[in-house]
């Protein structure tokens, strides 16, 4: 459940697609690598897409409308996002050495097109506080049925602490989801639960997660971890909460005790 694809090339790397490649995320998901001076155009007829820049310097175009974004730390800025529906033509030009991902989905409704600045997207902490802040991380939600109920995908990016967990207390949804990883240093490695399954995660990899387990992640000490996670939503079955495993909701009581404090 858990590909590792070492250093991208330049042009298009696939994670995903929806014919023939983890056809049960029903997303396309790729990352594109692109230099300076060099312009890519997506036009979907069925799907609508979403672009989130990773790193570098661009100017994007759509529908008349155009906008310049910089990022330079995946780990200490937001992102800039453009999402638009089926049939509205982008255009990205790199104005230095680019890496964005691109998420797309079938959609029949058309919507009116956002861009998401960096000042749009706020930062919300999680586990702060509790459990000796072991599961402290902090979460970017950029769309999701809340702010684009129109749309059937969710997209957005958590930091891992070094040393902590995300994805906790274990919970798991109906929906699939995908996340794609990158840390602070190249040697970075962290954990994926799936159910009972432990895969290693790295550099540059994604994990495939079908509806139903649950899927805790924990981040090496001395490693951020950053990942962006993106759901797609079912027919009548939208994404919106998370179903928590059980046997771990003490964790959520004001006075939980927890060893050796117990």
Same mark, same amino acid.
């Given at each position: 459940m ?10 298009y790397?696939e #994670?995903?697609?929806? *014919? ?5 995320? $029903?997303? !396309?998901?790729? =990352?594109q690598?692109?230099?300076? %001076?060099?312009t890519?155009? #997506?036009?979907?007829? *069925? ?5 989130? $820049?990773? !790193?570098?310097? =661009?100017?994007?175009?759509?529908? %008349? ?8 730390s995946?780990?200490?800025e937001?992102?800039v ?25 079938t ?21 702060d506080?509790?459990w ?18 129109y749309?059937?995908?969710?997209l ?23 996340y ?9 490695f ?20 079908p ?5 805790p ?6 490693f ?8 797609r939503h079912l ?5 919106v909460?998370r ?20």
């Amino acid at each position: 459940m858990v590909t590792v694809y070492g250093d991208m090339k330049k042009g298009y790397n696939e #994670i995903c697609n929806m *014919e023939d490649n983890h056809t049960d995320m $029903l997303m !396309d998901i790729g =990352i594109q690598k692109m230099d300076a %001076g060099e312009t890519l155009t #997506i036009l979907e007829s *069925e799907k609508e897409t979403a672009v989130l $820049l990773l !790193d570098g310097e =661009i100017t994007l175009n759509w529908e %008349g409308n155009s906008a310049d974004a910089v990022r330079r730390s995946l780990f200490d800025e937001n992102p800039v996002v453009l999402h638009v529906a089926k049939g509205v033509e982008i255009t990205v030009t790199a104005k230095d050495n680019v890496e964005i991902l691109i998420q797309k989905t079938t959609n029949e409704k058309s919507f009116a097109s956002k861009l998401y600045t960096q000042e749009d997207i706020g930062t919300g902490f999680f586990g702060d506080g509790v459990w000796e802040n072991t599961a402290r991380r902090a979460v970017r939600d950029v769309f999701n049925y809340s702010n684009a109920p129109y749309s059937n995908m969710v997209l957005g990016e958590l930091i891992n602490y070094p040393g902590r967990w995300s994805s906790y207390i274990p919970h798991g949804h109906d929906q699939p989801e995908v996340y794609y990883y990158r840390f602070d240093r190249p040697e970075g490695f962290g954990a994926a639960f799936l159910g009972d399954e432990a895969f290693k995660i790295m550099d540059n990899s994604a994990f495939f997660i079908p509806g139903g387990p649950t899927h805790p992640q924990v981040a090496a000490p001395g490693f951020a971890m950053y990942y962006t996670w993106m759901i797609r939503h079912l027919e009548n079955n939208p994404w919106v909460s998370r179903d928590n495993d059980p046997r771990y909701n003490w964790l959520l009581e004001a006075d939980a005790k927890i060893w050796p404090n117990k």
